[in-house]
């Protein structure tokens, strides 16, 4: 049984430059929500996915985006990168939201430079 | 607000030490409790939870206790060993949200 699957797992970009990042969920799991962990740092909520809507946001910049698509995946997107935004990007998936059953994927290593 | 204090690291130990990280909160409501652990170039994984006070979660040797009266929800290990040489991440859900609140994770170093 295929955890959360993330995609690509390294990418630099230039700053400005914008990016898609994606995860696939678990399998029978229909929430999405992405986390932001800087170096040193824990992971800070970027916003949550369920039914292909934004259901809750962090405090994040509307440089931030996402979807999610009738087979549950998701993408992350960020626009006119800043350095700042060099960070592992995490996918987490569970079933209607419910904490306890939440996985993380393995993140995607993204450096701006 | 939500959030979570830890211990700072680096903690490094010998093989069969006793370990203990050090974990406060601070929340509204009646919040969840977790202790998630991320081994190098991994994701995090679940090592513990506590959804009510007194509760005590408890997972590979690892043990923590929610204490309401002290917000604290210090975590534990008898006897450690190399392969627990990882992050240790504590976390809180409040209990009319879905989003975890991290502290800022604590490196643990085991010596043989």
């Known amino acids: 049984d295929a955890g959360v699957t993330q995609s690509p797992t390294h990418l630099i970009k230039t700053r400005g430059q914008q990016v898609t990042l994606r995860c696939s969920p678990k399998s029978g799991h229909d929430t999405v929500s992405w986390y932001q962990q800087a170096l040193g740092q824990g992971p800070q909520f970027i916003f949550q996915y369920y039914e292909e809507e934004e259901r809750q946001r962090g405090n994040f910049p509307d440089r931030f985006s996402g979807h999610q698509f009738p087979n549950y995946s998701s993408e992350l997107n960020v626009n006119a990168l800043l350095l700042g935004d060099s960070a592992l990007y995490l996918c987490?998936?569970?079933?209607?939201?419910?904490?306890?059953?939440?996985?993380f994927g393995s993140g995607t290593r993204l450096t701006v430079v | 607000g939500n959030s979570v204090t830890q211990m700072e690291g680096p903690v490094t130990l010998s093989e069969e030490a006793f370990l203990t990280i050090n974990c406060t909160y601070t929340a509204t409501g009646y919040p969840s409790l977790f202790w998630y652990v991320q081994y190098p170039g991994e994701g995090l994984q679940l090592l513990l939870k506590a959804t009510k006070a007194d509760d005590k979660g408890s997972n590979k040797g690892f043990e923590a206790t929610y204490r309401k009266e002290t917000t604290s929800f210090h975590l534990e290990k008898g006897s450690v060993q190399v392969s627990d040489s990882a992050v240790y991440f504590c976390?809180?859900?409040?209990?009319?949200?879905?989003?975890?609140?991290f502290g800022t994770g604590t490196s643990l170093t085991v010596i043989p």
């Open positions: 976390a809180l859900v409040r209990d009319t949200g879905n989003q975890f609140y």
């Open positions: 987490a998936s569970s079933l209607g939201g419910r904490l306890n059953g939440y996985t």
